[in-house]
């Protein structure tokens, strides 16, 4: 053993100083960008609102006329996820159906419309990060102010939003599955005639796929929920509009009883989600 | 005194019977070899002294306490003077040796020196020494899933001999190492024991090892003590009878042929190669 | 053949019932919203509808207006994270006691915080930090952190309890503390995958940071919500695609460092 070669350092030192330097030198601005500030938390301001608030929420409102309003809320939040879903769905089809590679034919070989498809099928990509990579939150915020407070600006949202998710994972599934079928239905040029685009679609893809395609439907009906709550705090209607309401008003006693009904309700969905899902396994 | 069991039995969780009457006592400084066959409880025994596990009947005094009498506080002050050489050192993948080693120290170190040798290796000379006694020093800085299983023991013994116990429980500390290097750790823990008074018993799978370094073989069979004798009064019959083979042959380190009896050997601190 | 279809009438026996419960819930609900075809269809309001989208181009792009909303921007990636660091320290502190490591008790009264951290969703949280802390990002960043809390204490519970116990056991043998036992023995073994977590929900948290600025917790979010409520369409559109393009940059950034994180871990 040759002791001159033994390290009296760590020689991983400098690395580490240097990532722990680096780490200081960006979380340093973004503390500040992000004004964090603990101490605010305890301002004499602030903890006065936040405790009435708070106070507030002991006993939560029970009254009749209250819990009749927030039976309302409820149905329009679970109507909203519901319709939501349904447009959506119809705005992911077709978009999904033109998305599918295994589907064209002008991709088997080259072709006079294989340009065409290329395009086609770009174009519909862009659609589809446009339709998902804006959030719902903001179309709900745009819609309601185009049509006014209420539930269709959240109607509207989801099925923007949650057409492009779907469209794009529709997609997805069709193509990681078995496309052969498909493949082998658009190809056959002899008798039978080469089968059409729907055709291939229906009888070719969707048999292998449904099981998946319908789970993953249902899952995001589950988001769908919690995503209409939320989309009422910017007017949407359901509970999110009745919680903004009483946390507008300071009412502790009803954002109380709101927040306990949407825990509720989001397990229930979580419940029926995992059951449908299981009827379908 | 090292330790005092008084008979003493233990019953695992699942019923089964590990440790039944055994008695046994060690004077500070002494060394043993704990031999028998694969499931005869030399495992469970060294647990038992290491405070792992409670027993079922008996008595247990482990450094001049029973350490099931004791407060939390002191009987975390009782596991730093007791060292263990796990048969599988279990050391997390992606921590490097010298932290393993360093780590032995965990119970005696104040907090604040344990978390800043996360940020650098609070004695590097310490852990070098002790390496360079196996020879491993070269591995300081390498990660532990880089290194083979007889590399992994040595540096599990390493780590016990950094923390300087005044007991050392060794659980087949050398089943992966080849004759040369297995001998050159007993040696090691030998020249610990004999150096600084420290009580050792070490359960050997290799009778050889044992003949051949321990003053003192207690022979361990289905969880009874079967003989406690020096290695001049061990005979072949004793063994055939503890491993309770006719035919095959003792299990020795390398797979060599036993022979009996065994000279003790003199040893020598090895002289650390770093500074 | 004949029995194969007979099978298959079937089982679609099941299937229809299903279908035409689903379609009567589809029916019943858009019944009960107050949105009639007349309403959201009819060629005037379509008209208004036209004219107000049009009304968003094209986006205001003049230097002064692109700087405020790139600098609202980066507000976001801060709020972003450091709610998410926020919430990973939270994580890690509730992960303990969550994954059993005291007894039955602490378990689930961590188990239950978790959860409740995780239900109440990161736009509540800040609706209610907003109260607490007062307008501006820092409000956005309670709120992040607060709810990733609840999701990153329950994976990294789940983490701690697939790991391996006995580096840690071994380090109670020398006389370790148990938090130090956690730290050398435990952590190293679980560090890259709480790590790959923690970015996972990152991700996440820089869309989520875009929009908490709706109810005042600043960053894109509270700008759009400003100029949308001046009715600067032209503005607001500046802002939408900046959400956009953040989408897009974090959704390419995330695929390479995935792949990057793969490939230091095979
Ligand atoms: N945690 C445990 N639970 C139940 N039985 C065990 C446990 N550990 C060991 N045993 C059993 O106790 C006996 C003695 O085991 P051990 O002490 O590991 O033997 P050795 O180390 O001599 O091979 C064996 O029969 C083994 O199966
Ligand atoms: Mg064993």
């Known amino acids: 053993m040759n002791p001159q070669s033994l390290p009296d350092r760590d020689p991983d030192a400098l690395r580490r100083a240097t990532l722990l330097l680096a780490g200081m030198l960006v979380l340093w601005p973004l503390l500040v960008v992000s004004q964090f500030r603990p101490a605010a938390l305890f301002e004499p301001g602030n903890l006065a609102a936040m405790g009435h608030f708070l106070k507030g929420f002991l006993p939560p409102e029970v009254s009749v006329g209250f819990l009749g309003l927030l039976v309302k809320a409820m149905l329009e939040t679970l109507a909203i996820a519901t319709a939501g879903v349904t447009l959506a769905l119809l705005v992911a089809a077709p978009l999904a159906f033109a998305m599918t590679h295994s589907l064209s034919v002008s991709r088997i070989g080259p072709g006079p419309g294989r340009l065409r498809g290329e395009v086609l099928r770009g174009a519909v990509r862009l659609l589809l990060v446009v339709l998902r990579g804006i959030p719902e939150l903001v179309w709900a915020l745009v819609f309601v102010r185009a049509l006014g407070l209420g539930p269709a600006a959240g109607v509207l949202a989801l099925a923007i939003t949650y057409g492009g998710m779907l469209g794009k994972v529709y997609a997805e599934i069709l193509e990681s599955g078995d496309t052969r079928p498909a493949r082998a239905l658009r190809q056959k040029r002899r008798s039978p005639p080469r089968s059409g685009r729907v055709a291939a679609l229906l009888y070719g893809l969707v048999p292998g796929a449904v099981q998946e395609l319908v789970s993953y439907t249902i899952y995001r009906w589950e988001c769908a929920i919690r995503a209409s709550v939320v989309m009422g705090f910017v007017g949407a209607g359901g509970l999110g509009q009745l919680m903004d309401q009483a946390m507008k008003m300071l009412n502790g006693g009803e954002a109380a009883t709101i927040l306990i009904v949407f825990l509720l309700l989001v397990l229930l969905a979580d419940a029926i989600s995992a059951w449908l899902r299981r009827q379908l396994a | ?275 | 053949m004949q029995n194969d279809e007979a099978k298959a009438l079937q089982l679609c026996f099941s299937c229809v019932i299903t279908l035409v419960i689903a379609a009567a819930v589809v029916i019943a609900s858009f019944a009960y919203l107050p949105l009639g075809p007349g309403r959201l269809f009819s060629r005037e309001a379509g008209g208004e509808m036209l004219e107000f989208f049009l009304s968003f181009f094209p986006p205001d792009l003049s230097a002064g207006h692109v700087r405020k909303t790139a600098w609202a921007a980066v507000e976001t990636l801060a709020v972003s994270a450091v709610g998410t660091l926020l919430a990973a320290v939270g994580g890690l502190l509730l992960c303990l006691p969550a994954s059993g490591r005291y007894g039955w008790a602490p378990r689930a009264l961590a188990r239950g915080l978790l959860n409740l951290l995780r239900s109440v969703p990161e736009l509540v949280w800040a609706a209610l930090m907003v109260l607490a802390a007062g307008l501006g990002p820092f409000a956005g960043v309670l709120a992040l952190g607060l709810h990733t809390t609840g999701v990153l204490g329950r994976l990294f519970a789940e983490a701690l309890e697939n790991t391996p116990k006995e580096p840690a056991a071994a380090l109670l043998g020398v006389g370790a503390s148990p938090a130090l036992a956690f730290v050398y023995g435990t952590l190293p073994g679980v560090a890259p995958q709480l790590l790959a977590y923690t970015l996972y929900r990152w991700e996440m948290n820089i869309r989520m940071a875009a929009i908490l600025g709706f109810v005042g917790a600043g960053g894109l979010g509270q700008m759009l919500y400003y100029e949308l409520s001046l009715f600067h369409q032209a503005q607001a559109a500046t802002v939408i695609g900046a959400m956009l393009l953040l989408s897009v940059a974090v959704d390419a950034a995330s695929a390479v460092a995935r792949r990057g994180l793969a490939r230091a871990y095979a």
């Open chain 2, 1 to 275: 005194m090292g330790f005092r069991l008084q008979r003493l039995g233990l019953v695992h969780a699942n019923g089964l019977r590990a440790l039944a009457g055994v008695t046994l006592a060690a004077r500070r400084g002494e060394r043993i070899a704990v031999i028998g066959p694969s499931g005869a409880g030399k495992t469970t025994l060294l647990r038992l002294l290491g405070t792992a596990v409670r027993p079922s009947e008996g008595r247990v005094e482990v450094l001049e306490s029973n350490p099931w009498q004791l407060s939390g506080g002191a009987l975390r002050r009782l596991r730093t003077r007791i060292g263990t050489v796990h048969q599988a050192p279990p050391l997390p993948a992606r921590q490097r040796v010298i932290t393993a080693v360093l780590a032995g120290r965990l119970g005696t170190w104040p907090w604040w020196k344990s978390l800043l040798s996360l940020a650098y290796p609070a004695d590097i000379a310490g852990a070098c020494a002790q390496l360079a006694r196996l020879d491993l020093a070269d591995r300081l800085f390498d990660r532990c899933d880089r290194l083979s299983g007889g590399q992994l023991q040595r540096v599990g013994i390493a780590r016990v001999l950094y923390q300087q116990p005044e007991l050392i429980l060794a659980d087949e500390p050398v089943s992966a190492m080849d004759p040369a290097l297995a001998d050159l750790a007993i040696q090691q823990l030998i020249a610990e024991a004999t150096g600084r008074g420290v009580t050792l018993i070490a359960s050997l799978h290799a009778v050889d090892l044992a003949l051949r370094w321990f003053p003192r073989i207690v022979g361990l069979r289905a969880g009874e003590v079967a003989f406690d004798l020096p290695p001049v009064r061990i005979t072949d019959a004793l063994l055939r009878d503890l491993y309770a083979s006719e035919s095959a042959t003792l299990p020795t380190q390398g797979g060599e042929p036993l022979r009996l009896p065994q000279p003790g050997a003199e040893v020598a601190v090895r002289r650390p190669a770093c500074q």
